[in-house]
């Protein structure tokens, strides 16, 4: 009876775990570049007893990388990415990837993201325009030109598909190991005067947000009702007076 209390518990702790990422991915459904984060779903075998008691663990949280829808701008300062690649950013956490291609000049001639963070080249270095020759034209592989001159190229860079992931902000990763730059532009390139969304699915998740809630009371339900049934058994069980 009690490893069914604690069953139940340890779904309530894995339910809740779920509620706050769909908040999270409900809270971001509008924010370009984006990506959702979902939660690996485990149990664990107690063996305490004869018969072993499966438990749920909280799971382990992981960012989707699934692509977002792509909306045509016709902003030159708005760039998406064609396939499975990424920009990168100066941020004071370093280097940062992002989906979110919103860019703008700053005073100084420094290519920003809408954040204010710099964006970089191939070579990890800030991109600097002339403010006096408007917006540039930027081909597929991220070169940039004003005035009919090359003055730089944004760098696009691939993240292998087993590196672990930490979110900075909102639209950024951290990635530790598996970085590389682009060398197939066919597969990933840069469009420009397009935005890519947010890579969540409202519908899925709003479907989501309904299922977990109903589990997570039909696990506290289970709860109160194990609770009950244990303090009525010590009542009966429990000697006389």
């Known amino acids: 009876m009690q490893a069914a209390l604690y069953v139940g518990l340890s779904a309530q702790v894995a339910l809740e775990r779920r509620l706050n990422t769909i908040a999270q991915n409900v809270a971001n459904m509008s924010t370009a570049g984006y990506r959702a984060e979902e939660v690996k779903f485990e149990t ?25 829808g792509i909306t045509k701008t016709d902003n030159p300062l708005d760039l998406a990415i064609d396939g499975d690649a990424w920009f990168a950013i100066a941020t004071p956490a370093g280097i940062v990837h992002s989906r979110d291609g919103r860019l703008q000049i700053g005073n100084d001639g420094l290519l920003r993201t809408v954040t204010g963070y ?7 270095a800030p991109i600097m325009l002339d403010v006096q020759a408007g917006p540039p034209t930027i081909a597929r592989d991220g070169t940039l030109m004003q005035n009919g001159q090359q003055i730089g190229a944004i760098g696009l860079f691939t993240i292998a598909p087993g590196a672990e992931l930490e979110r900075f902000e909102a639209s950024g990763v951290i990635a530790r190991t598996g970085v590389a730059p682009v060398q197939d532009f066919v597969a990933n390139g840069v469009l420009q005067g ?29 709860v109160n009702d194990g609770e009950s049934s244990l303090r009525e058994a010590i009542r009966s069980l429990g000697p006389s007076t």
């Open 194 to 222: 397009y935005v890519e969304e947010s890579n969540v699915n409202p519908i899925m998740e709003m479907t989501k947000l309904i299922a977990v809630s109903r589990a997570f009371d039909n696990a506290s339900t289970a």
């Open 44 to 68: 664990v075998l107690s063996r305490t007893a004869k018969d072993a008691v499966a438990f749920a663990t909280s799971g382990e949280n992981y960012i989707s990388r699934r692509q977002g």
């Open 118 to 124: 710099p964006i970089l080249d191939i070579a990890g």
